[in-house]
């Protein structure tokens, strides 16, 4: 089979006139990196030859164990359909995974280690995991010099239309690019702030899943620069207004199919399903800090702007960490509202489904659903029904990270080390910088 699809993949590449092979991978911050090669390599490629200096890639290696290599992941084989300026000839890439000099995968590489997590699931009894993610985005204009301005595109709300939502070409190009590429597209549409926009596609297999997120942040950034736009999947761009969230959609399937699906249960769940809705809820604080991994991510969870601050769980409401949607049998799925589209989807998928199998494999209990709206209650309320708060920043997020066993093996200690470490470095940075609005607030006044 390897050799039909190593034989597809060379037709196609001469049918399409491929000039440039892009091998993508993804670093522990969650940025795609990709070394560029001419066509010409692509047997080389294939064969699992090509090595790269992995020191140059923040949280991979030190100096002295550069050597890499990168083993594309065929099925991962991509045309992009845009030309190379001045030529009908095309760019390819790969989705690759970081492999040591003798062969063995990296253990600092996101995509291997959530492999490694997927591998530990189906030794429980799971088949698959499967990921439907909702990433949100806003569009800015580029200013005369073609750099990102802070001025939006318009002053749409949700669901609107043009010309209210003068981004809609823009994003019904971004569909027909995904579209081109494969992807079962689902919804699209204006958020509920300006500049703000939402696109879904069909769920796959947690690995797939993932790719598809890095693609999709590519083809979104590329596509609203032709249009002279700049996309950012910033948490919290512009105060005062709803951020960006990236809700997972998350399944867990065995022999039988869905997993958290029970025909004849009250609710239509399955005790897997408690279980795990339990143990995404007792590992909330730590695995905050890799779902949420930026300074900015904290500005966007705060209440009154729809993101979830509070951890609890429920059906149709809307306010809390989790959330069951209405449908059922194999779409039956658990949502997690907080997750924002700067975490590496790689490690968050990780360490959310080490959260969900810990608590199935204790056979946890979940918390009574809370079907109030938890925004309208009091502190003595939200006391009275152990509803606690996910970190109020990044500090509080990584502090909760560092004591929690269950999300930290999640990671592996390789990530685990480098990611703490850089995310301290920011926050350090962060605490020592003046900002503009304590200027405005403390200097003339003291």
């Given at each position: 089979m390897s050799a039909e699809i190593k034989e597809a993949i060379q037709k196609e590449a001469k049918e399409k006139n491929v000039r440039f092979l892009r091998l993508m991978f993804t670093d522990i911050d969650g940025v795609i990196k990709n070394v560029e090669v001419p066509i010409s390599q692509l047997d080389k490629v294939m064969s699992d030859e090509m090595a790269?200096?992995?020191?140059?890639?923040?949280?991979?290696?030190?100096?002295?164990?550069?050597?890499?290599?990168?083993?594309?992941?065929?099925?991962?084989?991509?045309?992009?359909?845009?030309?190379?300026?001045?030529?009908?000839?095309k760019i390819a890439r790969f989705i690759c995974d970081v492999h040591m000099p003798d062969g063995t995968p990296f253990a600092g590489d996101p995509r291997n280690n959530l492999k490694r997590v997927v591998k530990d699931m189906k030794e429980l009894g799971f088949t698959s995991f499967n990921l439907g993610p909702e990433p949100?985005?806003?569009?800015f204009k580029l200013d005369e010099n073609g750099k990102p301005s802070k001025t939006l595109n318009d002053n749409g709300g949700y669901f609107d239309l043009a010309p209210t939502d003068l981004a809609e070409n823009c994003r019904r190009d971004i569909v027909l690019e995904l579209e081109a590429l494969g992807f079962e597209i689902e919804a699209s549409h204006h958020e509920v702030a300006p500049g703000q926009h939402e696109i879904d596609w069909k769920y796959a297999d947690a690995v797939e899943a993932c790719d598809n997120i890095q693609t999709f942040k590519?083809?979104?950034?590329?596509?609203?620069?032709k249009h002279g736009l700049h996309a950012t999947f910033m948490p919290k761009p512009i105060e005062d207004i709803s951020g960006s969230g990236m809700h997972f959609n998350m399944s867990l399937f065995n022999e039988e199919g869905n997993a958290f699906y029970k025909e004849n249960s009250e609710e239509g769940l399955s005790d897997t399903a408690y279980q795990f809705i339990a143990g995404l809820l007792d590992h909330a604080q730590a695995y905050t800090a890799v779902c949420n991994p930026i300074v900015n991510s904290y500005k966007r969870l705060t209440p009154g702007f729809e993101a979830p601050v509070y951890v609890a769980w429920s059906g149709t409401n809307r306010t809390p960490l989790i959330r069951v949607p209405a449908s059922r049998g194999n779409s039956t799925r658990v949502e997690l509202r907080s997750v924002d589209p700067t975490a590496n989807p790689y490690l968050a998928l990780a360490v959310l489904l080490k959260a969900g199998l810990k608590g199935i494999s204790e056979a946890k209990s979940a918390p009574n659903p809370v079907n109030k709206n938890i925004y309208n209650m009091d502190q003595i309320e939200r006391n009275e029904n152990n509803i606690q708060s996910l970190p109020k920043n990044l500090y509080e997020a990584l502090e909760a990270l560092k004591e929690d066993e269950v999300i930290k093996s999640g990671l592996g200690e390789h990530i685990f080390s480098r990611f703490v470490a850089a995310k301290e470095t920011d926050w350090a940075n962060f605490a020592k910088s003046v900002s503009q609005w304590e200027t405005d607030r403390y200097f003339e006044l003291y």
């Open positions: 790269f200096d992995g020191s140059s890639i923040d949280g991979f290696v030190e100096i002295d164990q550069s050597d890499m290599k990168l083993h594309p992941d065929l099925n991962t084989w991509l045309v992009f359909p845009w030309k190379l300026e001045n030529s009908d000839g949100e985005f806003f569009l590519l083809i979104v950034k590329t596509v609203a620069r």
